[in-house]
């Protein structure tokens, strides 16, 4: 294996890792309320905004069968069918929610809105809280389902799945001064060994 191929692995590697951005939406059970979070980015470079329009019409958030809203309630571009596939079956009620925070983000079915003159693959950070209820009650189905935009980006919607903290690396083991020195004057020795066999 040549130092070419290595660096077109790397490419290789780097590319699939930037196509496979998304967008990822926890909804989970917090006390006596239910908070869903979102964050990422969705790379909108393939698709085109038709219009801009008020965003989460009844409230602050919702959420229902065939939508979701997370976030501030503000004008957003609307990306006509670029989900698939389309969100259905979500939940058995539409509820409003009682606050939010961070930029707006709706889907509906298989239309997806962001928030105005978003930029393609930019972070995207929001909340909405819906108090006094539980995930039973709004009809929520604990599990995982995905939707995907033409780019490829995924947006992933996790229902009662506690976010999992990223595991914490091992410590590695390091030589000391000492350590080093000798290494180094070890490898110094068998450098030069190995240049006398040569030479011989």
């Given at each position: ?6 660096g077109?692995?790397?490419g290789f ?31 909108t470079s ?5 219009t801009?329009?008020?965003l989460?019409a ?12 997370i ?19 979500l939940?058995t009620?539409?509820?409003?929610g ?25 972070p ?24 995907f ?7 992933i919607?996790?229902?009662?799945l ?6 914490t ?26 240049v006398?066999?040569?030479?011989s």
């Open positions: 294996m040549n130092l070419r191929s290595v077109v692995g790397l590697l780097v590319a699939a890792s930037v196509a496979q951005a998304a967008y990822t939406i926890n909804i989970n059970q917090s006390g006596a309320n239910v908070v869903i979070t979102g964050s990422g980015s969705v790379d393939s698709m085109t905004a038709l801009t329009i008020g989460c009844i409230g602050d958030g919702l959420i229902s069968s065939s939508a979701l809203c976030g501030t309630e503000t004008t957003a571009d609307q990306f006509d069918n670029v989900l698939t596939p389309s969100l259905s079956g939940s009620s539409t509820v409003a009682a606050s939010s925070s961070g930029p707006g983000v709706y889907i509906v079915g298989a239309d997806l809105y962001l928030p105005e003159n978003y930029v393609s693959a930019s995207i950070s929001n909340s909405t809280t819906f108090t006094g209820t539980t995930l039973a009650a709004l009809g929520l189905t604990v599990g995982t389902r995905s939707l935009v033409p780019s490829g980006d995924e947006i919607i996790n229902i009662g506690a976010p999992v903290a990223p595991p690396p091992a410590s590695i083991p390091t030589l000391s001064d000492y350590g080093l020195l000798g290494m180094t004057s070890i490898m110094a020795m068998l450098g030069i060994a190995a006398r066999l040569k030479r």
